[in-house]
């Protein structure tokens, strides 16, 4: 089961101006792309997970 707790970080300012220029700092999929395929990024991702540090959400 999903831990939800997190759940109201993703109604933040914050969050939301990250998920608005991720796909214009970085258009390509980033797993993707170090598996040498071309697909466009489609949603604002953790690369690292947070782990709860609020810092790196």
């Known amino acids: ?15 939301r101006l990250t998920a608005q220029a991720q ?13 040498g395929m ?3 990024a489609k949603v604002c991702d953790h690369v690292e997970p947070h782990r709860g540090d609020e810092a790196k959400f």
């Open 1 to 15: 089961m999903a831990d939800n707790s997190y759940g109201p970080w993703y109604g933040t300012q914050r969050w």
């Open 23 to 35: 796909p214009i700092s970085e258009p390509l999929c980033r797993f993707c792309f170090t598996a």
């Open 38 to 40: 071309i697909v466009a």
